[in-house]
């Protein structure tokens, strides 16, 4: 799941700006690809005068703070690319209008993570597929644990 909390100035994202944002975001994950109901956005706004930068009120910041659990990014160059794809994603809703920003993603463990009581299925396992395809979460069997090119393989479907 990637949980982003959008903490921003009160009146700066109307509703269709929150739903706009919400399915840019989304979809950049959806790619990867994972189920889009792993991706949960909330928006808080600041009212004005509550928000410090360097000890200075700061009422045109946007801070972004994203869990993610489903997938951990690898090395540096991943890292580096991903968050710079971040930075495009939400360019239109913050840069674009003269806010200032911040990004950190926290990677949370895999395995403390579940949803409506299921863990979630391994990555391109068959129950991954399935929840993708399906969008929403729901037990699976062992087998569905399995990755899907090992189910493809000659005479494992068989077994």
């Not at 903490?7 to 269709?16: C, M």
């Not at 801070?63 to 580096?80: K, N, S, V, Y």
Request: with cysteine; glycine share 6%.
């Amino acid at each position: 799941m990637p949980l982003w909390k959008v903490y921003h100035p009160v009146g700066a994202f109307t509703a269709e700006d929150k739903k706009g944002l919400a399915e840019r975001i989304t979809s950049v994950y959806a790619s990867v690809p994972i189920p889009k109901f792993y991706a949960v956005i909330i928006f808080e706004e600041i009212p004005a005068g509550s928000c410090f930068v360097g000890g200075e009120a700061h009422d045109k910041f946007v801070r972004f703070r994203i869990d993610q659990i489903a997938r951990t990014i690898p090395g540096p160059i991943l890292r580096e690319w991903w968050m710079r794809t971040l930075d495009e994603v939400i360019a239109p809703w913050v840069k674009d209008r003269g806010y200032d920003w911040e990004i950190s993603i926290d990677e949370t463990p895999f395995d403390l993570w579940t949803l409506q009581g299921e863990p979630p299925p391994p990555f391109e396992s068959v129950g991954e597929k399935r929840w993708v395809k399906e969008n929403k979460a729901s037990p699976y069997s062992l087998a569905e644990r399995l990755p899907v090119n090992l189910l493809l393989a000659p005479g494992l479907a068989d077994r």
